[in-house]
């Protein structure tokens, strides 16, 4: 299997809890940004995505805010859940090829 | 509908020896993506190819590794004379189109070679 992820930022909280996750991007030119959701030895899963003519969307239990000024992406999960466990991947597409961020470690306790 | 399928989900392969890591894409996609993963680590762009079309092989090393995707059959990453620096996760994705509103890459999950 993968290695535990001890060096992946981590964000700890209580199921019910709201999270935030966030990350920066580098590519002015994006036009499309994508979360992802990866659980241990699984391929990334689609969460929600926005286009750079958006500031904000909303899913089911999450919502992705998008800040171009300071090229800032979050994802909020709402009434976080111990299935939500995971490693949470940020990704843009400056040329139909997806550039992702190095992650952050989602865990959530019961 | 099935999704994303790739084989073998574990590869070990010796220092030399020839690894090759396929990838099925969802019924009536036509665009396929590789992904590299090391630990701790987000995915890495390989290559993105069109049916027998490599369209982008910009994160690919030049030497030793090759990508195709033919008209028919699953697209085929391979990795000649591999050594330790190659064990990874190997990610296939696979899209409707390359532009525009089905854009959305669906992931496979995942090869994962040990060379030894």
Known sequence: GESVGLHLPTLSVQEGDNSIINCAYSNSASDYFIWYKQESGKGPQFIIDIRSNMDKRQGQRVTVLLNKTVKHLSLQIAATQPGDSAVYFCAENPLQKLVFGTGTRLLVSP | ?116
């Open chain 2, 1 to 116: 509908n099935a999704g994303v399928m790739q084989n073998p989900r574990h590869l070990v392969r010796r220092r030399g020896q020839e690894a090759r890591l396929r990838c099925s894409p969802m019924k009536g996609h036509s665009h396929v993506y590789w992904y590299r993963q090391l630990p701790e680590e987000g995915l890495k762009f390989m290559v993105y190819l069109q049916k027998e079309n490599i369209i982008d092989e910009s994160g690919m090393p030049k030497e030793r590794f090759s990508a195709e995707f033919p008209k028919e059959g699953p697209s085929i990453l391979r990795i000649q004379q591999v050594v330790r620096g190659d064990s990874a996760a190997y990610f296939c994705a696979s899209s409707f189109s390359g532009t525009g509103l089905s854009y959305e890459q669906y992931f496979g999950p995942g090869t994962r070679l040990t060379v030894t």
